[in-house]
């Protein structure tokens, strides 16, 4: 049961995350032009920018862990 | 049946790739909004000190005759740029400051503290204009945020109604302090921001001190809290330096560095500044180079020039009139003025 559970958390993580991680990832690619357009802006330097930042390295990480743990555990059972 | 089923593939990556665009699209604009539209206020704090309750009275002699100068500097002004012609020196029969009659013209004004000389110049194609000021007390010498508040983001406001609402005798733009998050802000004898940039983003700081000096660093060499201890009444963040001890610079590594509209500050002498702003962007006026500027405030006779925002934010007032013409209806985020003491 609580297999099953986790079965399905993972199955929606593995949905959403890479699509966070992609809409992160564009839209700091975005800022980074931007910034180097107009530096006196600092979009990079921003709040918001880091915790973009910080979203995209949490979905990455949860994703590529998923990822690893399905390849290397699940499939092998 | 293969090809509906391909085709409701690519249907769907077609529209999941187009709701990732839309959703990095509505990101950006959250993003922005909080950067650029919504105002952040910063708590009254950070004022840290005010250094604008005791202004003594700025001794001056008799009016230099040749200030400000031109054709006086060793370095002549480059060929190819434009010739200028020198800016008005005060009456030398009459005193620099009256007893405490107000005398207003057309193109100047003269009181117990206060004279200042508004003239345009035309020179080949480019228009600029000169206001020469006089204060004997600094307490004249002020600036003023848009909508009477310090706030980054989308804090601006035109600078015809921050000059009505201030008496500003003449008025010119500042450094607009609001589009950026860094760079120190001393405004009146109050610190409102020290927030050194990143190291490649680094400005020179122009520092106007309550008895009538100014002086430009680096700001990687600037601390606030010494040049706040020995009097500093105004700060700008933007720059660069055009003029640094009366030697014109020459190296600019700045993505504005072309011809544009400019709006400087410059300084003479203790209490003796001036305001320049250039017409750019227009038929009668393409704006100038910072080279061809900083060569200008030179030949002004400046021995400061420091450069304040220009573009479409450029913008000078005598009167609560525009002097110079904009190339664009950029409101700004403050202003720096020039009032006169009603005793």
């Known amino acids: 049961m609580k297999s099953k559970r986790a079965n399905t958390i993972i ?60 390849l290397e555990f699940k499939n092998r059972k | 049946m293969i090809n509906i089923c391909k085709n409701r593939k690519g249907i769907k990556a077609i529209v999941l790739i187009f709701t990732e665009i839309v959703l990095t699209g509505c990101l950006l604009c959250v993003i922005s909004l909080f ?4 105002p952040m206020n910063v708590t009254s704090d950070m004022s840290l000190n005010n250094n604008a309750t005791v202004m003594p009275n700025i001794i001056f002699g008799t009016p230099p005759a040749n200030t400000p100068s031109s054709g006086t500097s060793a370095t002549p002004a480059p060929s190819n740029g434009p010739q200028y012609t020198p800016t008005p020196t005060p009456n030398e029969e009459d005193s620099l400051f009256t007893s405490g009659k107000i005398i207003k013209t057309d193109s100047s004004y003269k009181s117990k503290y206060v004279n200042i000389t508004c003239k345009t110049y035309v020179v080949e194609n480019v228009t600029y204009h000169v206001q020469d000021i006089y204060v004997r007390n600094m307490s004249c010498f002020k600036t003023a945020f848009a909508n009477d508040k310090f706030a980054t983001g989308s ?12 008496n500003a005798i003449v008025a010119i733009n500042g450094d607009q302090y609001a589009a950026r998050k860094e760079g120190v802000v001393i405004r009146n ?26 002086k430009i660093f680096n700001e990687i060499t600037f601390d606030s809290a010494k040049e ?8 700008w963040s933007f720059g660069p330096a055009l003029v640094v001890d009366g030697v014109a610079q020459t190296q600019f590594e700045h993505g504005i560095s072309g011809r544009n509209p400019r709006s400087v500050i ?11 702003a250039v017409d750019g962007r227009q038929d009668h006026s393409v704006g100038l180079k ?15 020039a420091y450069n304040l925002d220009g573009g479409n934010t450029s913008k000078m007032v005598f009167n609560n009139e525009y002097y110079s013409s904009p190339s664009g209806a950029r409101e700004v985020s403050d202003i720096v003025y020039i009032c006169d003491i009603f005793e």
């Open chain 1, 11 to 70: 199955k929606y993580l593995l949905k959403i995350l890479p699509h966070v991680s992609i809409i992160t990832s564009l839209a700091y690619v975005v800022l980074f032009i931007i910034d180097r357009v107009n530096p006196a802006m600092n979009f990079i330097g921003f709040a918001m920018t880091k915790v973009v930042i910080l979203v995209l390295a949490i979905c990455s990480t949860v994703t590529s862990a998923l990822i690893i743990y399905l």
């Open chain 2, 35 to 38: 950067h650029h539209v919504i």
């Open chain 2, 155 to 166: 804090n601006t406001e035109p600078i015809i109604e921050i000059s009505k609402a201030k």
């Open chain 2, 189 to 214: 004898g109050y610190l409102y921001r020290d927030i050194s940039p990143a190291p490649s983003e680094k400005q020179d700081i122009c520092v106007v001190y309550n008895d009538g000096t100014m």
């Open chain 2, 228 to 235: 706040l201890s020995n009097g500093a009444y105004q700060a």
């Open chain 2, 266 to 276: 410059g300084y003479f002498s203790p209490g003796h500044f001036c305001f320049v």
């Open chain 2, 290 to 304: 910072l080279v061809d500027l900083a060569t200008l405030m030179r030949d002004l006779g400046c021995v400061q």
